[in-house]
């Protein structure tokens, strides 16, 4: 990927509930800014739970719902009812609570066949997304981060996910061989900003190995999210953030 971050930031806060404040900011300002519709692809997880519920509780009448595309950076191949379904947290937690249209709402439909969904949400992005540098261009892109260095679901032992042409693809979770829909490396590394939330004491480590730059950092598909002319955002709690250096 050629060109240049224009604009990387590590934020570390206390705990959940400054994390979602310093998300809320961030978010609020680039809707407000961006003239149009905002897409924004969300993650699973609990810290996006967090979020998702402290922005339906505090900023349900200050975001113009009506220009949010709501996008999935990932998504599990289970029915949308499931518990495990990243779609049914976002409703529950978000889309359900706050005046967004539910024809913005864009879900990976993980019932489905997975390498049919999987076209079938590359044509849905290709439609709705507008292109820049002949790939789509998402205004936000969420992020987690696993212990194991992964993000989205693109996984150490699946990292050739990272350097796709396509826009999504099939992945499969390591260990319990569970299909999953995922965002390709290169999309991501287009979008305008993309923060990666990562919260706990168990995520330290890892953090660590990436942020510090160790020799072990190329293995770790999240150290290969850099993205191009556009602006990354490590947004870490103090637990996260202890090994930094």
Same mark, same amino acid.
């Given at each position: 990927?050629t060109?240049?971050?224009? $604009? %990387? ?11 979602? #404040?310093? &998300?809320?900011?961030?978010?609020i300002?680039?809707? *407000?800014?961006?003239r ?11 810290t996006? @739970? ?5 922005? @339906? ?6 975001? +113009? ?9 990932? =998504? ?7 518990? #495990?379904? /990243?779609y049914?947290?976002?409703? #529950?937690?978000?889309i ?5 249209p539910?024809? $913005?709402? &864009?879900?990976?439909?993980g =019932?489905?066949?997975?390498?049919? =969904?999987a076209?079938? %949400? ?15 261009r &998402?205004?936000?892109i969420?992020l987690?981060?696993?212990? +194991?260095?992964?993000t ?6 699946q ?5 796709? +042409? *396509?826009?999504? =693809?099939?992945?499969?979770?390591? #260990? ?8 390709? !490396?290169?999309?991501? $590394? ?22 510090? !730059?160790?020799?072990e950092? /190329? ?11 556009g602006?990354?955002i ?12």
């Amino acid at each position: 990927m050629t060109g240049s971050i224009v $604009n %990387y930031k590590i934020i570390i806060k206390k705990d959940t509930i400054e994390i979602a #404040e310093q &998300f809320s900011k961030i978010v609020i300002e680039k809707i *407000k800014k961006k003239r149009g519709k905002f897409s924004l692809a969300l993650s699973g997880g609990s810290t996006p @739970a967090a979020i998702f519920k402290y922005l @339906a509780e505090n900023h349900s009448s200050n975001i +113009d719902w009506t220009k949010v595309l709501l996008f999935w950076g990932d =998504e599990r191949c289970v029915h949308p009812g499931s518990d #495990e379904s /990243n779609y049914k947290m976002a409703y #529950e937690n978000l889309i359900s609570q706050v005046d967004l249209p539910i024809t $913005n709402v &864009f879900r990976i439909r993980g =019932e489905h066949d997975p390498v049919e =969904e999987a076209e079938y %949400y590359s044509d849905l992005i290709r439609d709705k997304i507008k292109k820049k540098h002949k790939l789509p261009r &998402f205004d936000l892109i969420m992020l987690g981060l696993g212990t +194991d260095g992964h993000t989205a679901s693109i996984f150490p032992d699946q990292i050739d996910l990272l350097h796709s +042409d *396509k826009i999504c =693809e099939v992945a499969v979770h390591p #260990e319990s061989g569970q299909q999953r829909i995922t965002f390709t !490396g290169k999309v991501i $590394n287009n979008a305008g900003t993309v923060i990666f939330l990562v919260q706990g004491k168990s995520k330290s480590k890892i953090a660590a190995a990436i942020l510090n !730059g160790s020799d072990e950092n /190329n293995k770790y598909p999240a150290a290969h999210i850099k993205p191009a002319y556009g602006e990354l955002i490590w947004l870490l709690d103090n637990q996260a953030a202890a090994k930094l250096k």
